[in-house]
């Protein structure tokens, strides 16, 4: 029985991907690559958003699976949402290879960052985590965990270069 999807790690993304199948999106209401938009927008915090934040698929998702199933919980747990799910509901069945066509041409590019220069090692090693978070997330919480940790590694790499810039001048005047 652990080999089943649906009793194992994979139980959150293949429950997307039925539920996607089965309710979410008729042909003539594909998101057309939506989703994979909303990424920019999700990068702000609700907190400064300007108006509503609109949720993603994989809330959509969570908030059924609980009214559905899990009624008497008082908050909506989280679900793992296949990519795999995410493609179909913007483009349907013969989309489904795109997206990760050219998800694979950029982990390809970042992959060849590594050789490039310090800086590719940084970004590499920051952005290797999304490789394994992806099975369980949308395009837009992946986006947004890589930019979150770039921007604060450079950030930190900014700063550490500056203070050392000016503790090494000041040793170098005495």
């Known amino acids: 029985a652990w080999l089943l999807p649906g009793v194992n790690e994979f139980a959150g993304p293949y429950f997307t991907l039925l539920y996607s199948i089965e309710y979410s999106y008729p042909a003539e209401a594909y998101l057309l690559g939506a989703s994979y938009l909303q990424a920019i927008p999700n990068l702000l915090p609700r907190s400064i958003y300007p108006g509503y934040k609109p949720p993603d698929l994989s809330f959509a998702f969570a908030d059924f699976i609980h ?46 960052l590594r050789y490039r220069s310090w800086l590719g090692i940084v970004i590499y090693a920051l952005l290797m985590p999304q490789v394994l978070n992806f099975n369980r997330t949308t395009v ?22 500056l203070f050392l810039g000016n503790k090494l001048s000041r040793l170098r005047k005495v």
């Open 67 to 112: 009214r559905e199933y899990m009624p008497e919980r008082d908050a909506v747990m989280g679900w793992g949402y296949s990519p795999v799910a995410e493609a179909y509901n913007n483009f349907g069945l013969w989309g489904v290879p795109i997206p990760f066509f050219l998800i694979g041409l950029f982990w390809d590019w970042v992959a060849q």
């Open 140 to 161: 837009a919480w992946s986006f947004q965990e890589g930019v979150y940790f770039i921007g604060a590694a450079l950030l930190v790499l900014t700063t550490r270069t």
